[in-house]
């Protein structure tokens, strides 16, 4: 009978050995030359697919592989510093996954990483495709700060959802270092709120349902990357026709973020008559920038706590008009197109839309009453528009730079109307351009029609009559061509 004799065994723990150095990455693709970890294959070479799970990380930062022959190790000789938290977290889980590698002289490279059950086993969080959602959140995030294949399957995880309380904290655990300090600390003190049982279930639920909100934003840092200025150029002169001035004042801008990598301190704000494509240019900037974009219609928000959000007293409490532009983009960088700024200080309820935009416009970060939190604002770049600047406050207008759209010269009207947009009518109705004819007299007609009106909508609106009745003749007449003469205009535009 064998006799175990305990009296002489140690009874220091074996401290953990780590394999492996970090480095830093902001690639928004794993690759082979851009890998999640290496691990080492001196020993032997791995297969492209390598199934099996890491080890826990108190005892040897490696991974185990499941094979035949038996459960070889590797040491992890590097890992991009974004997954340090993540491996470790399926280290302490014993999580099984499928690793994608290709064999180098440095190692064996990991460029994917999936989530595989055997024998039929529950996957990770009860939420199919977590790890799927967790990799492309981490590589969608910038490096943190030093700590003190054909045959691949395409596995997405955009449309994953962090709403369970599983989810959110399995999130947090592994990407919580990716997040700016004070909605970490913001979000573990509700992730303790909506534990609780010493709350109201009231209380609960708005802080699970402002958690997802917020976990669900990717938190961005200040850098821009750069933009062709030529493609600037061209996007702004496809949606626009004329005012050089403006449009060397948006590439003029253009150079600056390319020349700094950051946003301007201060916004577009575009002042003029109405119809004059102030609009237009502010999409065809956020087209330009590459960022999602949201407008805020400040003729229609009466009360400020459209904007800011209402307390999480009142059993109906949601967030404000803001920080739903924030969840809709899924990220915090964004372009907000404030509308009719001059129409903010006219507020009707209790208090003043203005004062909300103006601590939206500081850099300093925008507080929402639902969310409780301060929100980072370093990524938002506001482009207002304006008909008179004068009903703009001082404090508002200090943070534009304000741009002012000239009305359109006769001369512009008639090539905007001649080249775009009759064309463009005709072509939405299905008509050839030679179908619908104006004459030089007729369309000096229809100019001086619109003498006294500012921008081109009526002259867009008198291009969709024009046509309109150029078909009409088309069709009950069945004649090929209708020629407009300048009595024709005259007697149907009236």
């Known amino acids: 009978m064998p006799v175990f004799d305990f009296s002489n065994v140690s009874n220091t723990e074996k401290e953990a050995e780590c394999t492996y150095t970090t480095f830093q990455s902001n690639e928004p693709e794993a690759t082979s030359e851009m890998p999640i970890l290496i691990l080492d294959n001196q020993k032997q070479k791995w297969p492209h697919h390598s199934c099996g799970f890491f080890t826990n990380p108190n005892q040897r930062t490696s991974f185990e592989f499941q094979e035949e022959e038996g459960n070889p190790t590797g040491d992890i000789l590097q890992m991009d510093s974004r997954f340090v938290s993540l491996i470790r977290w399926l280290g302490e889980h014993h999580i099984n996954v499928r690793l994608s590698g290709e064999n180098q002289e440095k190692g064996y490279a990991v460029y994917k990483i999936r989530e595989i059950a055997f024998g039929g086993g529950t996957k990770l969080s009860a939420e199919d495709g977590f790890l799927q959602f967790m990799i492309e959140r981490l590589l969608a995030s910038n490096a943190p700060a030093e700590e003190v294949g054909e045959e691949d399957e395409e596995e997405l995880g955009d449309e994953m959802k962090l709403t369970s309380l599983q989810s959110i904290t399995d999130f947090m655990t592994c990407a919580g270092r990716t997040l700016p300090d004070n909605i970490r600390l913001w979000a573990r003190r509700n992730l303790a709120v909506a534990r609780s049982n010493e ?47 403006v449009k060397q004042r948006i590439i003029e801008t253009i150079i600056q973020i390319n020349r700094t990598h950051t946003l301007p301190a201060y916004g577009l704000l575009l002042v003029g008559p109405a119809g004059t494509g102030k609009s237009q240019i502010a999409y065809a900037v956020a087209r330009i920038l590459k960022l999602p974009w949201t407008t805020l219609d400040m003729s229609s928000i009466n009360d400020p706590e459209q904007l800011t959000g209402s307390s999480r007293v009142y059993a109906n409490a949601k967030p404000g008009i803001i920080m739903e532009a924030f969840s809709m983009a899924g990220a915090s960088s964004l372009v907000f197109i404030i509308n009719e700024l001059d129409k903010a200080a006219s507020g009707k309820g209790n208090g003043n839309p203005a004062d909300v935009l103006l601590t939206l416009l500081d850099n300093l970060g925008f507080t929402d009453s639902y969310m409780e939190c301060m929100i980072p604002t370093v990524g938002v770049y506001p482009i207002a528009t304006a008909n008179d600047k004068e009903q703009i406050s001082a404090p508002l207008m200090s943070r534009f730079a304000v741009i002012d759209i000239p009305d359109y010269t006769p001369e512009e ?29 007729a369309l000096d007609a229809v100019i001086e029609k619109y003498q006294d009106t500012s921008g081109i909508r009526d002259l867009e609106q008198a291009a969709e009559h024009i046509a309109a009745n150029a078909l009409y003749q088309i069709e009950a007449e069945h004649v090929a061509q209708v020629v407009f003469d300048k009595e024709m205009i005259k007697e149907l535009l009236g």
């Not at 699970?208 to 002169?237: T, V």
């Open 199 to 245: 709350v109201s279930q009231e209380e609960r639920r708005h802080a699970q349902r402002a958690l997802s909100i917020m976990m669900n934003i990717q938190w961005k840092n200040n850098y821009f990357g750069s933009i062709d200025p030529k493609e600037a150029r061209r996007i702004l002169d496809e949606e626009l026709y004329g005012m050089e001035r």
């Open 413 to 441: 009207k008639k090539i905007i109307f001649s080249r775009f947009s009759l064309p463009k009518v005709l072509k939405r109705m299905g008509m050839k351009e030679s179908e619908c004819v104006v004459t030089p007299e």
